[in-house]
T-cell receptor, first 116, second 113 residues
């Protein structure tokens, strides 16, 4: 059971380039999330998905796109990279929390992205 | 978004107790969480407390919740060098069907031998 895996671990992009951050989970979780963590800051939610084919925006979605064609995969796309997107990106997944129930999110190891 | 505040740094000597504090603004939060992030790794859930509880103990960890002051703390007894990490406080507002988490900025705990 690998949990949540992310690739690549590190990437340097030039302004205007595009890339896709990959995220895969093998726990059959319905919910998946993308967060970004800026230096000295907490995590901010970019996009989330409650199941295959369903995605929605979080707090900071501008400049990103997502898709969820399978339960396992939730890639994050940057179309036109900007220096403001320099950050560490974390993917997470969880089982559907019951109403009012606790939600245990499992995190991947992160992708460190630098845009120059 | 919700506001979760934490002090940024804490240093303790090995064997001492560590207390990491957090304040939050949403009084309707159902669950409050503590996550641990080791260098170069993702976040790992340490413990959580339901909003109708005052205290939760789990081995070396004690979580205290003061709902009146909207204050959450994490006490680590007999702190070890392996406890050095960043600790994040997070909350789930009531009515959040997503189970959405709002994180503080994290407290960097350094344990000196």
């Amino acid at each position: 059971n690998a949990g949540v895996t992310q690739t690549p671990k590190f990437r340097i992009l030039k302004i205007g380039q595009s890339m896709t951050l990959q995220c895969t989970q093998d726990m059959n979780h319905n919910y998946m999330y993308w967060y970004r963590q800026d230096p000295g800051m907490g995590l901010k939610l970019i996009y989330y998905s409650v199941g295959a084919g369903i995605t929605d925006k979080g707090e900071v979605p501008n400049g990103y796109n997502v898709s969820r064609s399978t339960t396992e995969d939730f890639p994050l796309r940057l179309e036109l990279a900007a220096p403001s997107q320099t950050s560490v990106y974390f993917c997470a997944s969880s089982q559907s929390p019951p109403p009012g129930g606790v939600d245990t999110q499992y995190f991947g190891p992160g992708t460190r992205l630098t845009v120059l | 978004g919700e506001d979760v505040e934490q002090s940024l740094f804490l240093s303790v000597r090995e064997g001492d107790s560590s207390v990491i504090n957090c304040t939050y603004t949403d009084s309707s939060s159902t669950y409050l969480y503590w996550y641990k992030q080791e260098p170069g790794a993702g976040l790992q859930l340490l413990t959580y407390i339901f909003s109708n509880m005052d205290m939760k103990q789990d081995q070396r960890l004690t979580v205290l919740l003061n709902k009146k002051d909207k204050h959450l703390s994490l006490r680590i007894a007999d702190t070890q060098t392996g406890d050095s990490a960043i600790y994040f406080c997070a909350e789930t507002p009531r009515g959040s069907t997503l189970g959405r988490l709002y994180f503080g900025r994290g407290t960097q705990l350094t344990v000196w031998p």
